[in-house]
């Protein structure tokens, strides 16, 4: 094959890639209208007799975090108990918990390779029996009143076995919050396919038949809950619906130091359960990046059609416009800084051996 053949097909190639990420992101464009068209799914009429238990470990207190438990208090779902998790009864949570009334446990220590969150867990669903669906809370989420509603209705499909939800972050301070509020983008994209679909622990509900006595032995022994919860339904091929309409607001005042080891940890934790996550996200964030580099070259040395390329890119920045119009003016300049916090999220993640929770220092290898 000649040089000429060669660049042709190089061409060809590049043309072929523009193409298939056009109507990839294209796609991506419509489940996210498809969601916001149908964000809210469930319906007052229907039958919600199922029982649920939700349970908030705490540790200290939390921004707004007495709003936030009220809001979990005040669901308009008649058949729940809200029920607290603290390590020790002169947690600066109790009083918040008492002058709540809300009923609050301590936790027992099961393992001590688990992290603070997963033995309050633990506590809760071997102190407290006989519901169907277990709900967990983190103590810094708004949620809204139908929220639990939202959570128990994807259970109407028998072949459902746990719920999840993710965040929408709202920057309540300077660049890194607002960096971390366009950050959540990515996890609301994952949520939205079924293959990538993942459990996340602020805000998410299973069976209690999920976990039978070896799974709950596992997951007792666990650092991450909701990554835990994540391979138990997939060692059982269980399936997880995601609940767009009960994504809860978390304020967010992240400095830089406090945004990248929270962006650590996620990444750390996450390559620890699934390794081939470590390979797929170091994988897509370097070949963001190598992409608009070559489209930049390409366009500026062999010509202005090679801006094209460019078109998945938009079509990416409308995608994150629609989730949020109004972050439009952040999201282009983010969007160019984003694949690189990214790419360092993960490379960091991959060479932690501990993660820091809350004060506690946790061993993931």
């Not at 446990?105 to 506590?123: D, P």
């Not at 989730?323 to 952040?330: D, F, V």
Request: aromatic share 14%; net charge positive.
């Amino acid at each position: 094959m000649g040089r000429v053949e060669r660049v042709f097909f190089l061409h060809l190639i590049i043309y072929l890639a523009i193409f298939l990420l056009t109507v990839f992101l294209s796609l991506r464009i419509y489940l996210t209208l498809y969601w916001k068209k149908n964000y809210y799914r469930s319906s007052t009429d229907e039958p919600h007799d199922l029982s649920a238990i939700v349970i908030v470990p705490c540790r200290g207190i939390d921004h707004e975090m007495e709003a936030n438990l009220r809001s979990l208090q005040e669901q308009d779902y008649g058949n729940f108990h809200l029920v607290a998790v603290i390590d020790f009864p002169d947690d600066p949570a109790s009083s918040v918990l008492s002058g709540l009334k809300i009923e609050t446990l301590i936790t027992e220590r099961y393992s001590s390779a688990s992290s603070g969150k997963v033995m309050a867990i633990t506590t809760a669903i071997r102190k407290k029996k006989g519901y169907d669906i277990i709900v967990i809370a983190d103590s810094d989420i708004m949620v809204p009143h139908y929220w639990l509603r939202e959570m128990i209705h994807p259970f109407l499909n028998s072949n459902v076995s746990a719920v999840s939800t993710y965040p929408r972050f709202q920057a309540d301070g300077g660049f890194w919050a607002k960096v971390k509020e366009i950050w959540g983008y990515m996890g609301t994209t994952l949520m939205e396919f079924r293959p990538t679909r993942f459990i996340w622990g602020g805000s998410a509900a299973f069976r209690r038949s999920l976990l039978d006595d070896a799974s709950l032995e596992y997951f007792a022994s666990a650092v991450s809950d909701d990554a835990a919860i994540t391979k138990i339904c997939r060692d059982k091929r269980a399936r997880i619906a995601y609940a767009p309409a009960a994504s809860p607001r978390i304020k967010v005042s992240d400095d830089r130091r406090a945004f990248l080891a929270w962006a650590e940890r996620q990444m750390a934790v996450s390559i620890v359960f699934d390794r081939n996550a470590l390979f797929a996200a170091v994988g897509i964030y370097a070949g963001v990046i190598v992409y608009l580099a070559m489209i930049t070259y390409l366009s500026i040395f062999y010509g202005y059609l090679y801006m094209l390329g460019l078109v998945p890119y938009v079509l990416n920045l409308l995608n994150s416009v629609i989730r949020t119009p109004k972050n439009a003016l952040w999201i282009v300049p983010m969007s160019l800084f984003l694949p690189f916090v990214y790419l360092y999220n993960v490379i960091a993640g991959a060479r932690s051996h501990e993660i820091r929770w809350r004060g506690v220092s946790y061993k993931i290898r």
